[in-house]
Antibody
Framework: QVQLQESGPGLVKPSQTLSLTCTVSGGSISSGGYYWSWIRQHPGKGLEWIGYIYYSGSTYYNPSLKSRVTISVDTSKNQFSLKLSSVTAADTAVYYC??????????WGQGTMVTVSS | SYELTQPLSVSVALGQTARITCGGNNIGSKNVHWYQQKPGQAPVLVIYRDSNRPSGIPERFSGSNSGNTATLTISRAQAGDEADYYCQVWDSSTQDVVFGGGTKLTVL
């Protein structure tokens, strides 16, 4: 059974770049035609899709975040990563990595809280 | 951009049927997915492609989608069903993933 685990700093300073990694275990990131996504949830709020990547490297980003987001994949490490630049307090959220083989997210990481503060 | 509208909250008596709606322009032409999220936990897929249940999801959970409204139905509601529920679509015209704002289900 495929599992996802997010990792990265829990505290980021304003104007810096938020960097998170999602490790895929129990299966290959390159198999099954899965798209790998990042989704965030502001405290007490709903879910916001950030973007997704296919194992081949093709990406698509939420237009509202596109100018600041980069999602990449490292098939040799079975990982995919998120970079969000020029962060502000508004980027404080729980960040989830998730996978979809169709168009529904059937695999989720446990989520990691990231706080933007000086 | 495509928008999905959910009621902020829905209440249901224990053992009764809860219905949570998700409104969107011609949503009936799209695949709608539903997630359950309990406090402090990651979302869990409970219905995919309008009306399909992943393995392990009770038959009490069902879904429908037509016209401008998709509906998640929870029969014989249990205390353990109290959670936030989100609908989601993949907008094929823009390749965007869209979530509804979420509905808090309270079981009385």
């Amino acid at each position: 059974q495929v599992q996802l685990q997010e990792s990265g700093p829990g505290l980021v300073k304003p104007s810096q770049t938020l960097s998170l990694t999602c490790t895929v275990s129990g299966g290959s990131i390159s198999s099954g035609g899965y798209y790998w996504s990042w989704i965030r949830q502001h405290p007490g709020k709903g879910l916001e899709w950030i973007g997704y990547i296919y194992y081949s490297g093709s990406t698509y980003y939420n237009p509202s975040l596109k100018s600041r987001v980069t999602i990449s994949v490292d098939t040799s490490k079975n990982q995919f990563s998120l970079k969000l630049s020029s962060v502000t307090a508004a980027d404080t959220a729980v960040y989830y990595c998730a996978g979809t083989g169709t168009d529904a997210f059937d695999i989720w990481g446990q989520g990691t809280m990231v706080t933007v503060s000086s | 951009s495509y928008e999905l509208t959910q009621p902020l909250s829905v209440s249901v008596a224990l053992g009764q049927t809860a219905r949570i709606t998700c409104g969107g322009n011609n949503i009936g032409s799209k695949n709608v997915h539903w997630y359950q999220q309990k406090p402090g936990q990651a979302p869990v897929l409970v219905i995919y492609r309008d009306s399909n249940r992943p393995s392990g999801i009770p038959e009490r959970f069902s879904g429908s989608n037509s016209g401008n409204t998709a509906t998640l139905t929870i029969s014989r509601a249990q205390a353990g069903d109290e959670a936030d529920y989100y609908c989601q679509v993949w907008d094929s015209s823009t390749q965007d993933v869209v979530f509804g704002g979420g509905t808090k289900l309270t079981v009385l």
